[in-house]
């Protein structure tokens, strides 16, 4: 097959042509559906290790075990354990739990290439440089 263009002729078969118009398809590893179920069962899997913990703390400790935990009481307080534990320390828990998930997740977009962009800082008021129409 000849092509002319520009005063220049290129000759090419029909394979070659091919290759070039239509690249080879991703490996498996690589394409976006194996991408994208292998995150999502990675994020499964955090939702379940976490959720066990959560539930450790706040029943196995609050109530599970409150009565063994009433033992012990708090230095300075004076409350029982397992109180604590039902009152706040499962509150404080599920919130060390958010935290956690946060970065673990924040980690795998990075792993996955699914990151969000950084937050540019926003520019000073009286840099001329600013585009016209930006909220400062």
């Excluded at 699914?114 to 909220?135: Q, Y």
Aim: proline share 6%; hydrophobic share 50%; charged share 20%.
């Amino acid at each position: 097959m000849a092509l002319r263009g520009a005063g220049r002729e290129i000759v090419a078969d029909s394979a070659t042509l091919c290759s070039h118009v239509m690249p080879s398809p991703p490996l498996e590893a690589e394409s976006p559906g194996n991408r994208a179920a292998a995150y999502w069962r990675r994020n499964l899997r955090y939702l379940v290790i976490l959720l066990a913990i959560w539930f450790a703390i706040s029943f196995g400790a609050g109530i599970f075990l409150a009565d063994a935990l009433n033992a012990v009481r708090i230095p300075g307080t004076g409350f029982k354990l397992g109180f604590w534990f039902a009152q706040q320390g499962s509150i404080y828990g599920f919130l060390a739990l958010i935290l956690a998930y946060v970065l673990l997740m924040n980690r795998l977009d990075r792993r996955m290439g699914v990151d969000e962009e950084p937050i540019a800082p926003r520019r000073a008021a009286k840099d001329p440089r600013r585009v016209v129409g930006e909220r400062i």
